[in-house]
């Protein structure tokens, strides 16, 4: 049997090895605390359960229109106006499985084999795989930790080729916790218009955005120019709702037509059932939302307190999203010269499983997620930190 050499090009998702080396050492008795987790650690609101359970009882168990049911659509439409005050239909609306589903599905329709993507780092681990699998060619844009991990126009234009199609942004970022301001989203977005370049703005941590910071989006910018940008969101980190797979597409309704082809002859719908929770989550309410905005916040707080007093480690404080990706090169030796080898020695000898930042494109760096309790996260940072200085 051959597997296609598509296929062969592609890399299996970077953190599977430290949840292998993870679990190993739980199996062995030992005890292991998780910073690697990319999910909040709430549960789903109660009235988004209810909902999925009155359709179950209703017996909504039927395929469904392929981008979603129109009561979905227009939720998502709405969506954008409730909070961004953006007007949108629900034919700019299409419903895939998961934000994952949604980039994908967007990088198959917007890619020609050989266009150029750029992606700026560091970046979510699935960009670059994806835009191989569509046969085109990432093109990695650096930043860097005194700019707070954010894209600049000048190292932007000079990645710039005549084969670049596409630019993706991602606010609030993972790995980083970076966030764009609207006023620095504004002029990227002008500047690759005044280019021909298509924005991918991934903006499935759009909730998670932490004072005095405020929130930002494209999505104005896309109700001006519906041909020159796609949003991606999600109810998975926003609203707590990771294992429910729904990601959303705010677009061009020619590119939702397009994204609708893809998903028609591959996935279908997303399950009926979890369209109706999803018209719950989006119609609110959204106490929990803010519930989780102040416990992520006072989490990052504290994590960002603890890290920076290590000498040597270079701490951008972000304010989105539930992560930090620091610095820590200056802790690195003969024996862990590099970000996956600095988080064996960590899980093996603090017992804290973390990323590498090799996955997410800068090796210097190592990815913390803060969605955990208070307490344990106090207590894991001593650990690393411990481990860090040999103590
Ligand atoms: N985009 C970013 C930046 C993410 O961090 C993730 C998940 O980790 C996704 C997209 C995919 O989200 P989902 O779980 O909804 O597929």
């Known amino acids: 049997m051959k597997i296609s050499e598509r296929l062969m090009r592609a890399k299996p998702s970077a953190t ?9 050492l739980r199996a062995q008795g030992k005890e292991i605390v998780s910073l690697a987790v990319g999910e909040p650690d709430f549960g789903t609101p109660k009235h988004v359960c209810e909902a999925m359970k009155k359709a179950v009882d209703e017996g909504f168990t039927r395929y469904t229109p392929v981008p979603g049911i129109p009561e ?14 953006a007007k949108a239909l629900a034919e700019n609306t299409i419903v895939s499985n998961g934000g994952k589903h949604s980039l994908y599905n967007l990088f198959m329709a917007l890619i020609n084999p050989g266009d150029e993507v750029l992606i700026p780092a560091p970046y979510w681990v699935s960009y670059p795989s994806m835009v191989e699998l569509a046969e085109g060619k990432p ?6 930790a005194e700019s707070g991990f954010l894209a600049d126009i000048e190292t932007l234009e000079a990645a710039c080729t005549d084969r670049t199609r596409v630019l993706v942004l991602n606010t609030p970022s993972n790995p980083t916790g970076g966030h764009y301001p609207q006023a620095h989203l504004d002029e990227i977005a002008a ?3 005044s280019k021909g370049i298509f924005i991918i703005s991934d903006e499935v941590y759009d909730r998670l955005v932490y004072a005095p910071a405020e929130y930002s989006t494209l999505c104005n910018f896309w109700e001006k120019n519906p041909e020159d940008v ?3 969101g999600a109810l998975s980190k926003s609203f707590s709702m990771t294992g429910w797979r729904v990601g959303t597409t705010l677009a061009h309704v020619d590119l939702v037509k397009a994204m609708t082809k893809i998903q028609s002859q591959s996935t279908s719908n997303v399950n009926s059932m979890t369209q109706k929770a999803a018209v719950a989550a989006f119609e609110g309410p959204w106490d929990l939302v803010d519930e989780m905005k ?30 930090l990706f620091p610095v820590l090169d200056a802790f690195y030796t003969e024996e862990t010269p590099d970000s996956a080898s600095m988080c064996t020695k ?11 930042g090799s996955a997410f494109g800068d090796d210097r760096c190592i990815r913390f997620s803060y969605a955990v309790d208070d307490e344990v996260l106090r207590k894991s940072l001593e650990k690393i930190g411990n481990v860090l200085m040999n103590k």
């Open 72 to 85: 979905l659509r227009k939720a998502i439409a709405d969506y954008y106006g409730k909070f961004y005050g």
């Open 16 to 24: 599977l090895a430290v949840n292998a080396k993870a679990q190993e």
């Open 230 to 232: 796609a949003i991606v």
């Open 191 to 193: 500047w690759a218009k």
């Open 139 to 144: 093109v990695i844009v650096p930043t860097t």
């Open 294 to 323: 102040v416990a992520f916040q006072r989490r990052r707080d504290l994590a960002y307190d603890i890290i920076s007093s290590w000498p040597g480690a270079v701490c951008p404080k972000p304010n989105g999203a539930f992560y």
């Open 346 to 356: 960590i899980l093996e000898e603090a017992g804290v499983a973390l990323v590498p």
